[in-house]
Nanobody, 128 residues
Framework: QVQLVESGGGLVQPGGSLRLSCAAS????????IAWFRQAPGKEREGVSC????????YYADSVKGRFTISRDNAKNTVYLQMNSLKPEDTAVYYC?????????????????????WGQGTQVTVSS
């Protein structure tokens, strides 16, 4: 049974950092794509970043490039999202998603309908 469990959310001041974790079970990360999405109140869920394949190819939304870094630890079957220089507009529920997704490029890899499995989400609030 595939399961994704997020952790690491919380309240942080603007300019601060957080690291989110997505612990996966039921599949190995080498063969699945794992992505982070977020959804702010009243807005659609949007792709933030993903990592795929043995080489660990990564993609990022323009809004987070240079600030967020996705990585994975295959031994722990866990994917991380390091978020630096956080802004109030980064406030959202962050979701981890996974699936057997072919690498068709960044637009496809950051679409919600590309993924089969989802975690329950973790709240990130950036506020002073």
């Amino acid at each position: 049974q595939v399961q994704l469990v997020e952790s690491g959310g919380g309240l942080v001041q603007p300019g601060g950092s957080l690291r989110l974790s997505c612990a996966a079970s039921g599949f190995t990360l080498d063969y699945y794509a794992i992505a982070w999405f977020r959804q702010a109140p009243g807005k659609e869920r949007e792709g933030v970043s993903c990592i795929i394949g043995r080489r660990g190819t990564t993609y990022y939304a323009d809004s987070v490039k240079g600030r967020f870094t996705i990585s994975r630890d295959n031994a722990k079957n866990t994917v991380y999202l390091q978020m630096n220089s956080l802004k109030p507009e980064d406030t959202a529920v962050y979701y981890c998603a996974g699936g057997d997704v072919p690498n068709y490029g960044s637009v496809y890899m950051l679409r919600t309908d590309s993924y089969e499995y989802w975690g329950q989400g973790t709240q990130v609030t950036v506020s002073s």
